[in-house]
């Protein structure tokens, strides 16, 4: 990748990560909850084209070989359903809500109709293409597996690391107090290890995780309004 291309990566995901987990508090005192979470998503979105920008070359590579080679395609279901139930489970064993899904569900419940299709479109489209690339790309791929290869370990204990690492990273972003911990409520996003999963499968083909995400958010937001 070009210089210029990873500059504008790294750019565009420091610029998600900020406004995902501070810019919204910073906003709350000086803005109604309704506009503060409005030019939250907004920003997100110009940071997900960024970011989509930069990795152009990657994504029409995943894409080609999807069309050239479609028998994976059939991991796409699986891994929704399996998604799907490993969160009913895991929300049986860890019935204590997390502050991010509380927040999320209480912007959705006090918004506009602009703003729930603002919401809409962030949780099921923007957000899972970002955050694929923060921990599949960027951290599974880029960061742990060129780390770990270079100590010349085995394939398979490059791959089973590196999903465990990329994971723990995954899990831990959604932590947004010390209560998620204490109510053991980051347990209830254990399933985000099947991204991790999917990726490698697929080697490394960043679309798979994209929509299996996608999917899984998209019924997510449906179970909100029911």
Same mark, same amino acid.
């Given at each position: 990748?070009?210089?210029?291309? +990873?500059?504008?990566?790294?750019?565009?995901?420091?610029?998600?990560?900020?406004?995902?987990? /501070?810019?919204?508090?910073? =906003?709350?005192?000086?803005?109604?909850?309704?506009?503060?979470?409005?030019?939250? +998503?907004?920003?997100?979105? =110009?940071?997900?084209?960024?970011?989509?920008?930069?990795?152009?070359?990657?994504? &029409?590579?995943? *894409?080609?070989?999807?069309?050239?080679?479609?028998?994976?395609?059939?991991?796409?279901?699986? /891994?929704?359903?399996? !998604?799907?139930?490993?969160?009913?489970? =895991?929300?049986?064993?860890?019935?204590?809500?997390?502050?991010?899904?509380?927040? &999320?569900?209480? &912007?959705?419940?006090?918004?506009?109709?602009?703003?729930?299709?603002?919401?809409?479109?962030?949780?099921?489209? +923007?957000?899972?293409?970002?955050?694929?690339?923060?921990?599949?790309? /960027?951290?599974?791929?880029?960061?742990?597996?060129? =780390?770990?290869?270079?100590?010349? *370990?085995?394939?398979?204990?490059?791959?089973?690391?590196?999903?465990?690492?990329?994971?723990?990273?995954?899990?831990?972003?959604?932590?947004?107090?010390?209560?998620?911990?204490?109510? *053991?409520?980051?347990?209830?996003?254990?399933?985000?290890?099947?991204?991790?999963?999917?990726?490698? *499968?697929? !080697?490394?083909?960043? +679309?798979?995780?994209?929509?299996?995400?996608?999917?899984?958010?998209?019924?997510?937001?449906?179970?909100? /309004?029911?």
């Amino acid at each position: 990748m070009q210089r210029s291309r +990873v500059q504008q990566l790294i750019g565009s995901l420091v610029i998600y990560f900020i406004s995902a987990e /501070f810019l919204y508090s910073w =906003l709350r005192p000086i803005m109604s909850q309704n506009l503060a979470s409005d030019s939250v +998503v907004l920003l997100e979105y =110009l940071s997900c084209a960024v970011a989509l920008f930069a990795i152009t070359d990657s994504m &029409v590579m995943d *894409l080609d070989a999807i069309s050239k080679n479609r028998h994976k395609l059939w991991l796409i279901p699986l /891994f929704v359903i399996l !998604d799907f139930v490993i969160q009913m489970i =895991l929300q049986n064993i860890f019935t204590a809500q997390s502050g991010n899904q509380g927040h &999320v569900e209480s &912007v959705l419940h006090n918004n506009s109709i602009l703003g729930i299709v603002l919401m809409f479109i962030m949780i099921v489209i +923007v957000g899972p293409i970002m955050e694929e690339i923060i921990f599949q790309y /960027f951290f599974q791929k880029t960061i742990f597996k060129g =780390l770990l290869q270079r100590l010349k *370990l085995n394939k398979l204990t490059v791959s089973i690391i590196s999903i465990i690492l990329a994971t723990v990273m995954f899990m831990l972003y959604h932590v947004t107090s010390v209560s998620d911990f204490t109510s *053991l409520a980051i347990f209830t996003y254990s399933d985000l290890i099947l991204f991790a999963i999917i990726y490698e *499968l697929t !080697d490394d083909n960043l +679309v798979y995780p994209i929509v299996v995400h996608s999917i899984g958010n998209l019924i997510g937001f449906i179970f909100v /309004f029911i």
